[in-house]
C-alpha cells in the first residue's frame, strides 16, 4: 500500500489549505484514515482521523474547530481542510492508513497506523 500527501505550500496566516492523500497499490480501501503532523524538533502530532463507516472523525486540540477531514472511500482518498492557519501549524503533514479498525482509545497514536505517507510541508508566515 503506498500513501501519497500532497497540497501543501506556502501561506499567510489566516489563510487556508486542503491537503489530499491517495492511497494505492491494494484491493481493499482502509478503514482509517488519519492526518499527522511534525514540526522541527517536536514529536509527531495527531491531527485528525475518520473512519470509512462509523464514529468519528476525530480531531486533536490544537486544530480543533479549524481543520475538517473528509474521505472519499470510493476513490480511496482522504482529504484535511485547514482554514484559520496560524504560524504553529508550520509542519510537515502525513497521512496514515489502517486496514483495520482502531479501538478508540489508540486512535491518536501514530503506532497505530500501518501505512504512511512521503509528508507534505505546510509553511504559514505571520
Known amino acids: 500500500v503506498q500513501l501519497q500527501a500532497y497540497g501543501g505550500g506556502l501561506v499567510q496566516a489566516g489563510g487556508s489549505l486542503r491537503l489530499s492523500c491517495a492511497a494505492s497499490?491494494?484491493?481493499?480501501?482502509?478503514?482509517?484514515m488519519a492526518w499527522f503532523r511534525q514540526a522541527p524538533g517536536k514529536e509527531r502530532e495527531f491531527a485528525a482521523a475518520?473512519?470509512?463507516?462509523?464514529?468519528?472523525?476525530y480531531y486533536g486540540d490544537s486544530v480543533k474547530g479549524r481543520f475538517t477531514i473528509s474521505r472519499d472511500n470510493s476513490k480511496n482518498m482522504v482529504y484535511l481542510q485547514m482554514n484559520s492557519l496560524e504560524p504553529e501549524d508550520t509542519a510537515v503533514y502525513y497521512c496514515?492508513?489502517?486496514?483495520?479498525?482502531?479501538?478508540?482509545?489508540?486512535?491518536?497514536?501514530?503506532?497505530?497506523?500501518?501505512?504512511w505517507g512521503q509528508g507534505t510541508q505546510v509553511t504559514v508566515s505571520s
Open positions: 497499490g491494494s484491493t481493499f480501501s482502509m478503514q482509517d
Open positions: 496514515a492508513a489502517h486496514p483495520n479498525r482502531i479501538a478508540l482509545s489508540a486512535v491518536r497514536f501514530s503506532r497505530s497506523y500501518a501505512y
Open positions: 475518520i473512519r470509512k463507516s462509523g464514529g468519528g472523525p
